[in-house]
């Protein structure tokens, strides 16, 4: 049985590597409730980041929380490869989930659609 809105492991990104290079060579784009950085990739993969800024871990986990469950609701706007990280701000607390889920699949169809070879 396969699940719709499942968000297996192995589409989790995960290592600094990977991350210093996302960082480095990715597209970025400023929502209104969060921001993402993206590349193309050769298959979806997502990680869910804060600032350290934001001093309760609380307050962090909660927002990473918000944003993984709003992506799984909305991963099917994300039909291509693309490695992304969404990086949450306070205004993702403050935000109706509603918001949250209309700014995932905004930001979902800016996304690159077709996978590249790297």
Not at 32 to 42: L, S
Not at 105 to 110: E, H, N, T
């Amino acid at each position: 049985m396969t699940r719709k809105h499942d968000l297996p492991k192995r589409e989790i990104l995960r290592g600094d590597k990977l991350f210093h290079e996302l960082f480095e060579s990715g597209q970025f784009k400023r929502g209104k409730c969060f921001n993402v950085v993206w590349r193309a990739a050769e298959r979806r993969r997502v990680a869910f980041a804060t600032a350290r800024r934001i001093k309760s871990a609380v307050t962090r986990n909660s927002i990473k929380r918000r944003l993984r469950e709003a992506y799984r609701l909305e991963k099917h706007e994300f039909t291509g490869g693309a490695e992304v990280v969404f990086i949450g701000s306070e205004k993702v607390i403050e935000a109706s989930f509603a918001a949250l889920r209309a700014d995932m699949r905004r930001l979902g169809k800016i996304i690159p659609k077709k996978s590249v070879q790297r």
